[in-house]
């Protein structure tokens, strides 16, 4: 089980891996150790790792604000030296909390917790999104503008779109904002029925289609129900699913 380490404190985040280490079952994949280099990490490698320890005063800022730009789905163990947070540790995913100077027991037993979470879940054939007979798709995504960090809902959504490596979101209202995630979890997150990927860059919600029209190549480009400069091009292979989508 991959775990992520974001500690500003050098000799203890080394001190952290080596402990987490000596249970074989995990691995310590990075060590970070500002908000900053977590959110840029989180957008594109969060699908990747089962568990998170996370410093509270890192030298940046609370590692809080982590959760101000990054919608984090992995379970949190916080370690820190204060215990004022343990109630902000609970709502931001906080499975444990530990408190510094930490023993290597304190380490086992998180770890440890984690397990029997994990277990739990797995013999349940639940995860956080999907429970029997239903899926549950994610209903709303935090995005930053400015100082301020808003909700934007699913069904406002016309669509995902990537643009030199960062995914922005367009409302139906032709608004757009950065979103720090990459667009392989945002298409694991969205209705299928009421999203479809025309391609690499591009996943569109079937409220914001107008209409469609030949382009070369057999290709077809989509018009929505707003104004947007760039070209929305379905590739050849994807049309005849994309038509069958827009009919189901």
């Known amino acids: 089980m991959n775990i992520l380490i974001v500690e500003d404190e050098l000799h203890t985040s080394k001190l952290l891996k080596e402990i987490i280490e000596q249970d074989e079952d995990f691995l310590v994949t990075e060590r970070l150790e500002s908000v900053a280099e977590a959110v840029q990490y989180l957008s594109k490698h969060q699908q990747k790792l089962d568990l998170i320890f996370l410093d509270i005063q890192l030298a940046d800022g609370h590692s809080f604000e982590i959760f101000n730009h990054i919608d984090v789905t992995v379970p949190v163990v916080f370690c820190t030296a204060y215990d004022q947070y343990t109630l902000k540790a609970i709502k931001n995913n906080g499975i444990d909390y530990i408190l510094k100077p930490f023993k290597e027991e304190d380490i086992h037993t998180a770890l440890n917790k984690y ?12 995860t956080p999104l999907q429970f029997p007979g239903t899926t549950q798709y994610q209903q709303s995504f935090l995005t930053q503008y400015r100082d301020k960090t808003l909700v934007k809902y699913v069904k406002d959504i016309a ?16 608004e757009k904002f950065s979103l720090f995630k990459n667009m392989e979890y945002i298409e694991s997150v969205c209705d299928p029925k009421q999203f479809f990927r025309i391609n690499r860059q591009v996943l569109i919600s079937k409220e914001a289609v107008l209409s469609i029209e030949p ?3 057999r290709k077809v480009i989509v018009q929505t129900k707003f104004n947007l ?9 994807k049309v005849t699913a994309f038509k069958d989508w827009l009919e189901s």
Not at 159 to 174: A, K, M, Q, S
Not at 230 to 237: A, Q
């Open 229 to 237: 400069s760039e070209k929305l091009v379905v590739s050849r292979l």
């Open 159 to 174: 669509l995902f779109y990537i643009e030199f490596e960062t995914v922005y979101i367009y409302t139906l209202n032709g």
């Open 215 to 217: 382009y070369f190549n």
């Open 115 to 126: 397990k029997r979470l994990a277990q739990t879940f797995r013999d349940k054939s639940l």
